[in-house]
């Protein structure tokens, strides 16, 4: 079993629609939690990053940690052709290995005009 | 302030060559780590270097090796290149050494190595 799961897609929704994105998780030490976005050809993004449990917010996006389900979620409100890019989650133990990200497959999402 | 850059942008090389990759740390960071992206997989961690020294290290074999500079500038070096080592290589930056919640990886578009 792969420490981080995440359904590769692809995903394809119209625009406006609310997209749902999630990663499961089995190593307990993880802590730090984060959401990258990667277009095309380019490094990864860093969109959302959390270490608690719960929802945190930022404009269109949320993401939401569930510590005891060991599960991940991204949540993007009305959706942009813009937003059109593979979505990676990431995470990592606290301390000195906080670097160490381990990464999920990524999510590739369409979003249609 | 300038972001992660990385040289070159694309190379091609044949198996059993060397290859060397560089990276500039985003302006004030003195955390370089690297990462290997294979097509369709997520970034897997390589090593990562703090004021000059590897103080991380992923699953990957010895002929993957790294420096640090002073200015904090980071080369990945690969020896006895395979096939498998074709991928998009990931420089990251970042401050300190990863022990507080607030500290974050920030990636540069990464050099994209075919290896033939």
């Known amino acids: 079993q792969k420490e981080v799961e995440q359904d590769p897609g692809p995903l394809s929704v119209p625009e406006g629609a609310i997209v749902s994105l999630n990663c499961t998780y089995s190593?307990?030490?993880?802590?730090?939690f984060m959401w990258y976005r990667q277009y095309s050809r380019k490094g990864p993004e860093l969109l959302m990053y959390?270490?608690?449990?719960g929802n945190k917010e930022d404009g269109r996006f949320t993401a939401q940690v569930d510590k005891s389900s060991k599960y991940i979620s991204l949540f993007i409100r009305d959706s942009q052709p813009s937003d059109s890019a593979t979505y990676l989650c990431?995470?990592?133990?606290?301390?000195?290995?906080?670097?160490?990200?381990?990464f999920g497959k990524g999510t590739k999402l369409s979003v249609i005009p | 302030e300038t972001g992660v850059t990385q040289s070159p942008t694309h190379l091609i090389k044949t198996r059993g060559q060397q290859v060397t990759l560089r990276c500039s740390s985003q302006s004030g960071h003195n955390t370089v780590s690297w990462y290997q992206q294979a097509l369709g997989q997520g970034p897997q961690f390589i090593f990562q270097y703090y004021r000059e020294e590897e103080n991380g290290r992923g699953n990957f074999p010895p002929r993957f090796s790294g420096l640090q500079f002073p200015n904090y500038s980071s080369e990945l070096n690969v020896n006895a290149l395979e096939l498998d080592d074709s991928a998009l290589y990931l420089c990251?930056?970042?401050f300190g050494q990863g022990r507080g919640r607030d500290e974050k990886l920030f990636f540069g578009s990464g050099t994209q190595l075919s290896v033939l």
């Open positions: 990251a930056s970042s």
């Open positions: 959390t270490y608690s449990s």
């Open positions: 990431a995470m990592s133990v606290s301390g000195a290995g906080s670097y160490q990200l381990t």
């Open positions: 190593n307990s030490a993880f802590q730090y």
